[in-house]
């Protein structure tokens, strides 16, 4: 399968990539390499097939339709994510610019690659958003999270073993978020 990982450089996405690529998938990685991102965390995989890396912001338009016209992929895997709580109160546009813009330009590059498509690889394109609390907030005492309910808005650390059984209303997309605690 050719993946699409954005944030693939960071301590999640580069170990993701590895297990990704081990398995025997074809990874593209786009990461803009800033404060979480590293490149040599994907030294191992330079040069193997199999492994692609991208050095581009998820907030350019344009760069995220390039890379989608040149990765062809078959599902797309969104960690890219400004998540430290500290850092966002010393400089909340960059927050906004990546979780929310960004989100939005990598969602609307997918769409306009979704549509290019037909047929089989059409209704089996999957887009997966991946982040923590940091990003979506705390849950509180009463609000559901649970393993045994994989279609929940809220699916804890297991979703990566019940990610197969993930279904959407609207083929191709997956209107979930991975949490972890």
């Not at 404060?35 to 998820?58: C, E, H």
């Not at 430290?84 to 929310?100: L, M």
């Not at 990598?106 to 498509?117: D, E, K, V």
Request: charged residues 20%.
């Amino acid at each position: 399968m050719r993946i699409l990982v954005t944030g693939g450089a960071g301590f999640i996405g580069s170990n993701l990539t590895r297990l990704l690529v081990a398995g025997g998938h074809a990874v593209t990685v786009v990461d803009k390499l800033t404060y979480a991102g590293n490149l040599s965390s994907l030294a191992d995989l330079q040069g193997k097939p199999g492994f692609t890396f991208v050095q581009a912001d998820i907030c350019d338009a344009e760069a995220m339709r390039r890379t989608f016209a040149a990765a062809r992929p078959e599902a797309v895997m969104h960690l890219a994510a400004e998540s430290h709580v500290d850092r966002s109160i010393d400089g909340p546009g960059e927050f906004i610019a990546t979780n929310v813009t960004g989100t939005f330009q990598l969602l609307q590059a997918a769409l306009g690659y979704w549509r290019s498509l037909s047929g089989a690889a059409k209704d089996a394109f999957r887009f997966l958003h991946v982040s923590t609390d940091e990003v979506f907030g705390s849950l509180g005492p009463t609000d559901p999270a649970s393993t045994s309910r994989p279609r929940t808005t809220r699916i804890p650390r297991t979703a990566r073993a019940r990610l197969p059984a993930i279904t959407s209303p609207a083929p191709g997309w997956i209107p979930t978020a991975c949490r972890s605690w």
